[in-house]
């Protein structure tokens, strides 16, 4: 189970961290990966990381911007947004896929086996 968290409301230009937690054994063996989806719009992908940790791939509208992390020890990934723009408003899907190889970034849905619930972002303007 995916469990994200650290949602809120934020000022354009303000910073929010996301979190979600994974329950489970695997934790090191998953790739694990951001979504979203601002209202009326479908889903897309934000950012990825590999299951050792050690490389990640971004959107190109959140790049140089937000950064996706991983404590493989606490289960645990994260995504510091910074210098937020109201286009970035959405519900924020974490989500996991296992990995047989450390040399993939998954960027498309339906690669993904584990969902998260959401967490809302709101940036005002």
């Known amino acids: 189970q995916l469990q994200a968290s650290g949602g809120g409301l934020v000022q354009a230009g303000g910073s929010l961290r996301l979190s979600c937690a994974a329950s489970g054994r695997a934790f090191s063996r998953v790739a694990m990966g951001w979504f979203r989806q601002a209202p009326g719009k479908e889903r897309e992908f934000v950012a990825t990381i590999r299951k050792s940790g050690t490389s990640a791939y971004y959107a190109d509208s959140v790049k140089g911007r937000f950064t996706i992390s991983r404590d493989n020890a606490k289960n645990t990934i994260d995504l510091q947004m910074n210098s937020l723009r109201p286009e970035d408003t959405a519900v924020y899907y974490c989500?996991?896929?296992?990995?047989?190889?450390?040399?993939?970034?998954?960027?498309?849905?339906?690669?993904?086996?584990?969902w998260g619930q959401g967490t809302l972002v709101t940036v005002s303007s």
């Open positions: 989500a996991a896929v296992l990995s047989y190889s450390d040399n993939y970034y998954y960027t498309r849905q339906y690669e993904y086996d584990y």
